[in-house]
DNA sequence: TAGACCATGTAACATGTTACATGATTTG
DNA sequence: CAAATCATGTAACATGTTACATGGTCTA
């Protein structure tokens, strides 16, 4: 429920066509909800048909010819009622902690390379995120709107730094289990294994 | 591709029916890979269709009638491929940002309503996570799979600490902001607007 | 024996992903 | 004018969500 929000705030940022909007979905809005160009002109289809947009008048027609959107008031509307409206945090879904925890069944063959290139990955986002702090956010500025933005902004800078620190304690911890590393995985995958790995948290109740 | 190899390793970890399934991740795996039952049992479905899991022999038919499941070597040899087999981190949706960022553009109004709720979730889950730690995680164990599985547990403790202390954060700056806060909303939904509410991070290249 | 809950499932739909198609514009 | 790239889209599929259905077991 959340695309066609994220695109009626970046229109109502700026106007724009579709392949502008995929742009900025890969830099700013797309910081906390991606999007890829199919997805946009979906949803692009289904904001003018329900009235929130609708396609700037420049007489373009079909097929290969940019199409700029701005937002009408039923949008705005719909996006201030969207904005106000209690909800959920969503539950975390994080492939990398799943295969970790995998690995104290199956083994941790072929982890720590992907963990070292994550972060490397986090390490460049973070310095991007910087980058444009330093860049938008000089001190002194207060603006309402310019506040928000920073808040939002840091918290990708914190969520980096998280990940950053995490890796690195991760790293370390694998670098002390050294040889005792449990690095069997397919090597006994014949099955005769044992069932008795249960994991910790599961001895609740 | 996730969601097949967080039932494994759960089934690895001690095998289940799918109601227990569907507990357990409403506890520990849930955390990091949520998934309702219906999921679980289209999953289970599949996994066994394709001899990566079989349903423990204890002569129960149809419906109504729990059936337990286990790991075959099949599916012990593609959970170890999927763990150690490189992915890129999966780009972050997280729909209170995004609202943030609109409050910028439409207004705050109700917004610091829901941050507190927020917060209050989030601390309850960092509670939580530090209970399961005191009970699982007293200092000195460290078999390999206990050391993998409490970094697992210290990722949540520390995202949560993140939400926390970001909510704070917000929260503060909100206060700050008083009067001069944009309430504004539905109040001009009449389209008037401006249009120039372009965003700082937009302004790349 | 009626109602609550346990356990497994079906169906319909919404959202997200991957692969490909098509016309327009630019550039060598 | 051929090739690359820009810009908008279609189609098929995978995943996730919501609502509901069905039979079994326990308890007042």
Excluded: N
């Amino acid at each position: 429920m959340s695309l066609p929000h994220a695109i009626l705030t970046a229109l109502l940022e700026k106007p724009s066509s579709g392949l502008e909007l995929t742009r900025r979905f890969d830099r700013s809005i797309g910081y906390f909800w991606s999007a890829t160009h199919q997805q946009i002109y979906r949803e692009l289809g289904r904001l003018e048909a329900e009235g929130h947009i609708r396609a700037l008048p420049a007489e373009q027609p079909a097929r290969g010819q940019r199409k700029s959107y701005e937002v009408l008031p039923a949008g705005r509307a719909e996006l201030a009622r969207w904005t106000a409206a209690p909800q959920d945090p969503r539950p975390h879904r994080d492939p990398l902690l799943l295969r970790l925890r995998a690995s104290a069944v199956v083994g941790t063959a072929g982890l720590r390379e992907d963990l070292l290139r994550h972060l490397d990955l986090h390490r460049r986002q973070l310095a991007e995120y910087e980058e444009i702090r330093r860049r938008d956010f000089p001190p002194g500025r207060d603006a309402p709107e310019d506040r928000l933005r920073h808040l939002v902004l840091r918290a990708g800078i914190d969520l980096e730094t998280f990940w950053t620190q995490w890796l690195d304690r991760a790293l370390a911890e694998f670098d002390e289990m050294g040889e005792a590393q449990v690095t069997d995985g397919a090597g006994r995958a014949d099955g005769a294994g044992d069932t008795s790995a249960r994991a910790p948290e599961d001895s609740a109740s």
